[in-house]
């Protein structure tokens, strides 16, 4: 009797803390249901996640592995819902005109963090759009332009969103997913303008093209899988657009993420900004677009030296 006594007192106490835990979930995130029965369906998903991320997090504390998880804004979605509403289902490799492929340089530095040179701009957030190429693709322009011009400007992807469409002649499907490459194709076209001249609006709408601040020559590409030359790119020219899977990223939190479980196929366009070393562990530092609340201030650090989650397999910088 006491057994059970004792079995069913945890079983209160673990519900009691899942529900706090809820309550002050809901709280932080802004988190308000359209019914009951959806309300019930996102605690569920959050219980699902909140015990992957103590079970992770305590293997983190143990030093078993480089990184660990959090809750944020993610947490209340199943691993499908995530995967369907923020990564990309269209991401195929891309070659096109304007295209060149990158030789590697006689010297690569140590390490490099191009935010310390004001080419990143800050942070920003695709909402529940897959329009991960775009953001991908103004990060690279960005810094692009940063470096030419010596100035920091936030280009749009809004544009990119609305007018690089199949129709259009451009391999782009706006929330439903694109590739960068096309997108810089576009750009070499048409140009692009500034965000606060087409701001973002997370859904795709017809092209209000208005303009051109930045036009662009073409792109040139890292060899297929070539993580040194991604490395050397990153390194000499400027922040570069990459594709990953991100499919375990959901509840990343800090640290240097390495897992065997994200292999192929890419899914999500996100910016290398730099690279460095930490306690004997080569990584990535690599900008994403779900806001500051994700991960390290909006940022993920990734294992370098072994093209985790196909990191090397798409990656291009512009031609000016």
């Known amino acids: ?26 709280a932080k995130f802004g988190k308000v ?7 019930q369906v996102r605690y569920e998903a959050f219980k699902g ?8 997090n305590a293997k983190y ?39 060149s492929v990158h030789q590697t340089s ?31 693709a103004t990060g690279t322009l960005e810094g692009a332009f940063a470096k030419s011009r010596l100035q920091q400007v936030s280009f749009s992807e809004q544009e990119l969103v609305d007018c690089v469409t199949e129709s259009a002649g451009y391999n782009g499907a706006g929330c439903n997913g694109g590739v960068v490459q096309s997108a810089l194709d576009y750009v070499r076209d048409h140009g692009i303008v500034y965000e606060s001249d087409y701001p973002y609006e997370a859904k795709q709408a017809s092209c209000r093209q208005n303009g051109n601040v930045f036009q662009i020559k073409g792109y040139t590409e890292i060899g297929n899988n070539d993580e040194n030359g991604l490395r050397d790119a990153v390194g000499n020219v400027s922040p570069v657009s990459v594709a990953v899977n991100a499919q375990d990223f959901q509840n990343y939190g800090g ?14 366009g996100v910016l290398a900004v730099g690279y460095n070393s930490e306690n004997g562990h080569d990584y990535w530092i690599i900008k994403n677009s779900w806001g500051e609340g994700w991960g390290e201030a909006g940022y993920i650090r990734m294992a370098r030296g072994h ?3 196909a990191i090397a397999s798409q990656a291009c910088y512009p031609n000016l």
């Open 255 to 268: 640290g240097i993420y390495d897992s065997s479980s994200c292999s192929t196929p890419i899914n999500h």
């Open 307 to 309: 093209n985790l989650c």
């Open 33 to 39: 249901y359209a019914s009951d029965a959806e309300h």
């Open 106 to 136: 006689v010297s690569t530095p140590d390490h490099t963090d191009w935010r310390d040179y004001n080419y990143v701009t800050g942070v920003k957030n695709q909402g529940s759009c897959g329009s991960c190429w775009t953001f991908s």
């Open 61 to 99: 504390d143990q030093g078993l592995v480089t990184w660990y998880m959090a809750v944020n804004d993610f947490t209340d979605l199943t691993a499908e819902e995530f995967k369907q509403q923020y990564l990309s289902s269209k991401m195929p490799v891309y070659n096109q005109t304007g295209k």
């Open 1 to 26: 009797m006491f057994v059970k006594i004792f079995l069913f007192s945890c079983l209160v106490l673990i519900a009691s803390a899942n529900q706090e835990e809820w309550a002050n979930y809901k």
């Open 49 to 56: 996640n909140l015990q992957k991320i103590q079970e992770h």
